[in-house]
């Protein structure tokens, strides 16, 4: 098994920058990591994710430009950076983690997910 455990969540106002952070560990090696959000009644949605030489990156068009995701392989974390935060980046942030990149992209194909991080963001 693998269990994933999210940190940095919080309240910031609009423009302002959180970094979040999923530390990963357990039985089972992982290789692809990333992120969705969920507001809640709404489908949880892809942000970010990366591969585990962390030479490809996808993003949601929502966060392009403004997100980074990265990752730190010798403490088995992966973060977000975002800036230019708005009030519509308002949700509970999930890391989630797989094998693969596209699979990763797809909320039914994420074998992994952690427990969740609430991230506010007021006008």
């Known amino acids: 098994q693998v269990q994933l455990v999210e940190s940095g969540g919080g309240l910031v106002q609009a423009g302002g920058s959180l970094r979040l952070s999923c530390a990963a560990s357990?039985?089972?090696?992982?290789?692809?990591m990333g992120w969705y959000r969920q507001v809640a009644a709404k489908q949880r949605e892809f942000v970010a994710a990366?591969?585990?030489?962390?030479?490809?990156?996808k993003y949601a068009d929502s966060v392009k430009g403004r997100f980074t995701i990265s990752r730190d392989n010798g403490k088995n974390t992966v973060y977000l950076q975002m800036n230019s935060l708005s009030p519509d980046d308002t949700a509970v942030y999930y890391c989630?983690?797989?094998?693969?990149?596209?699979?990763?992209?797809?909320?039914?194909?994420?074998?992994?997910w952690g427990q969740g991080t609430q991230v506010t963001v007021s006008s």
């Open positions: 990366i591969t585990g030489g962390g030479d490809q990156t």
């Open positions: 989630a983690a797989g094998t693969a990149l596209l699979r990763l992209t797809l909320q039914s194909l994420v074998p992994y």
């Open positions: 357990g039985s089972r090696t992982v290789n692809a």
